[in-house]
């Protein structure tokens, strides 16, 4: 069954050398265990864990190195065994540095014993999100919101629908693709535990109709819930963002400044349901992810990796970009962030390195020629040009009036540019500068 709603805006991306195609239809493969890990303590939004390691601590795969610190955590766990070479900081996606445990591999891969959940089908909704919280499961989509807050609902939300979000909408990255075809019923198990621990009545899978052979698996598992269905989706980007995913699926608006919660909604990347069923029916911590390696490489593939390995790790594994790579990708095009260095960890929030051979990013900004087209293709209505314009006469209150905290940041209004504007690199700056001053204004009144 096809969605009946369609999101105002989006777009639909051009992928040069071979885009999905290259790596759709490639298995996940285990990729070989590197020498050595550097493994961030904090992999999620909100607090960093507390290193529970020192140097020259024995570790085995999957132990908990990292303990939770706040509500807003998720644990962290040895992605290899051997034995740490130091808790420093080390440098991160987004160019900053993260405290890390750094560990050198024995080639042991001697895991800690694996305590699998007694009785999964009866897990209450604290059970599940306990075990969520010790496993260090977050949002794998590449948003890492840590599970346990999600499926701890407030008493005075009611939430009806579970979505699990497949839409994978990126160019280029088929790390979900590739998990819902070949681990569709794990998924859907994943899925029954957050159905029956937060008695939701129906749970809809999003899926891009680009991927047919995954929305019929996932069709096909969906027997595994009660009222469950996979429904394709127009292949538009940002199909996968929570709140056009909302609207595609249910009709539901989630209002400025709401979260799919409050339209009765959990929204949940089908990589954070597979990692509820290791978790629960395995006893395994998060310690690897599918992460699609595309673009300008020798060898495209979709690969099983530690957290951990260094970009360089996977690049090898896949024979090297070629000569004429001028950018990478840490992530998908789109939203993803351009690394300058090859020594950066793959963490659990991400799902795919690309090399990239034509870059307009490099090419100079000219003037706003006010066409329009980055409203007209904004999903969520907003007029990036003006939050682009307040943004560089440092006019941040007016940047928040025109919407800037709504941006979702996918990019479209920077793609869609003729002038090549850095539109969407003006919505951060005027997100994190308005977000830094309601801070300094609370401590202010805090302090009265």
Same mark, same amino acid.
């Given at each position: 069954?096809?969605?009946?709603?369609?999101?105002?805006?989006?777009?639909?991306?051009?992928?040069?050398?071979?885009?999905?195609?290259?790596?759709?239809?490639?298995?996940?493969?285990?990729?070989?265990?590197?020498?050595?890990?550097?493994?961030?303590?904090?992999?999620?939004?909100?607090?960093?864990?507390?290193?529970?390691?020192?140097?020259?601590?024995?570790?085995?795969?999957?132990?908990?190195?990292?303990?939770?610190?706040?509500?807003?955590?998720?644990?962290?766990?040895?992605?290899?065994?051997?034995?740490?070479?130091?808790?420093?900081?080390?440098?991160?996606?987004?160019?900053?540095?993260?405290?890390?445990?750094?560990?050198?591999?024995?080639?042991?891969?001697?895991?800690?014993?694996?305590?699998?959940?007694?009785?999964?089908?009866?897990?209450?909704?604290?059970?599940?999100?306990?075990?969520?919280?010790?496993?260090?499961?977050?949002?794998?989509?590449?948003?890492?919101?840590?599970?346990?807050?999600?499926?701890?609902?407030?008493?005075?939300?009611?939430?009806?629908?579970?979505?699990?979000?497949?839409?994978?909408?990126?160019?280029?990255?088929?790390?979900?693709?590739?998990?819902?075809?070949?681990?569709?019923?794990?998924?859907?198990?994943?899925?029954?535990?957050?159905?029956?621990?937060?008695?939701?009545?129906?749970?809809?899978?999003?899926?891009?109709?680009?991927?047919?052979?995954?929305?019929?698996?996932?069709?096909?598992?969906?027997?595994?819930?009660?009222?469950?269905?996979?429904?394709?989706?127009?292949?538009?980007?940002?199909?996968?963002?929570?709140?056009?995913?909302?609207?595609?699926?249910?009709?539901?608006?989630?209002?400025?400044?709401?979260?799919?919660?409050?339209?009765?909604?959990?929204?949940?990347?089908?990589?954070?349901?597979?990692?509820?069923?290791?978790?629960?029916?395995?006893?395994?911590?998060?310690?690897?992810?599918?992460?699609?390696?595309?673009?300008?490489?020798?060898?495209?593939?979709?690969?099983?990796?530690?957290?951990?390995?260094?970009?360089?790790?996977?690049?090898?594994?896949?024979?090297?970009?070629?000569?004429?790579?001028?950018?990478?990708?840490?992530?998908?095009?789109?939203?993803?962030?351009?690394?300058?260095?090859?020594?950066?960890?793959?963490?659990?929030?991400?799902?795919?390195?690309?090399?990239?051979?034509?870059?307009?990013?490099?090419?100079?900004?000219?003037? *706003? +020629?006010? =066409? #329009?087209? @980055?409203?007209?293709? &904004? $999903?969520?209505?907003?007029?990036?040009?003006?939050?682009? /314009?307040?943004?560089?006469?440092?006019?941040?209150?007016?940047?928040?009036?025109?919407?800037?905290?709504? *941006? +979702?940041? =996918? #990019?479209? @209004?920077?793609?869609? &540019? $003729?002038?090549?504007?850095?539109?969407?690199?003006?919505? /951060?700056?005027?997100?994190?500068?308005?977000?830094?001053?309601?801070?300094?204004?609370?401590?202010?009144?805090?302090?009265?």
């Amino acid at each position: 069954m096809s969605s009946v709603f369609n999101f105002p805006g989006g777009i639909h991306p051009h992928e040069g050398n071979g885009g999905k195609v290259a790596t759709a239809g490639l298995s996940i493969m285990e990729a070989p265990l590197p020498s050595r890990v550097a493994i961030p303590l904090q992999q999620h939004i909100g607090a960093p864990c507390k290193p529970l390691v020192q140097k020259g601590d024995k570790v085995l795969v999957g132990q908990k190195i990292g303990e939770p610190v706040g509500f807003v955590s998720a644990a962290i766990h040895a992605s290899v065994s051997g034995t740490v070479v130091d808790c420093i900081p080390c440098i991160t996606a987004n160019g900053t540095q993260q405290m890390s445990v750094i560990i050198d591999n024995d080639f042991t891969d001697t895991w800690v014993g694996l305590t699998p959940a007694e009785n999964p089908e009866s897990l209450t909704a604290q059970e599940l999100s306990a075990i969520a919280r010790e496993k260090g499961i977050v949002g794998m989509g590449g948003a890492t919101f840590p599970t346990a807050v999600k499926v701890s609902v407030p008493a005075d939300k009611k939430v009806d629908t579970l979505i699990l979000n497949g839409a994978e909408c990126e160019p280029y990255l088929s790390a979900d693709h590739r998990l819902m075809v070949e681990h569709a019923e794990e998924i859907m198990k994943g899925a029954r535990l957050v159905q029956k621990a937060l008695g939701i009545s129906r749970v809809l899978v999003g899926i891009e109709n680009n991927k047919p052979d995954a929305v019929a698996e996932m069709d096909k598992a969906c027997s595994v819930c009660e009222n469950a269905r996979a429904v394709g989706l127009k292949v538009k980007y940002p199909q996968g963002g929570e709140k056009q995913l909302v609207y595609a699926l249910t009709g539901r608006k989630v209002s400025t400044g709401k979260l799919p919660l409050d339209a009765g909604v959990i929204v949940m990347n089908v990589g954070t349901c597979y990692a509820l069923y290791r978790a629960v029916y395995e006893g395994r911590p998060v310690v690897d992810r599918v992460v699609t390696v595309g673009g300008n490489v020798k060898k495209p593939a979709n690969y099983l990796v530690r957290i951990g390995a260094p970009v360089e790790w996977l690049l090898d594994t896949s024979e090297g970009i070629l000569p004429n790579t001028r950018m990478l990708i840490y992530g998908g095009p789109m939203m993803g962030m351009a690394i300058s260095r090859e020594d950066i960890p793959i963490t659990k929030g991400c799902s795919g390195i690309v090399a990239l051979e034509t870059v307009s990013a490099l090419v100079k900004e000219s003037a *706003c +020629i006010r =066409c #329009g087209r @980055c409203v007209e293709a &904004c $999903p969520m209505r907003l007029s990036p040009a003006t939050i682009d /314009r307040y943004t560089r006469k440092d006019m941040y209150e007016q940047a928040e009036a025109a919407g800037a905290m709504n *941006c +979702i940041e =996918c #990019g479209i @209004c920077s793609f869609s &540019c $003729p002038a090549k504007r850095n539109l969407t690199q003006s919505c /951060r700056v005027a997100k994190r500068i308005i977000t830094q001053r309601r801070k300094i204004e609370a401590a202010k009144k805090g302090e009265k």
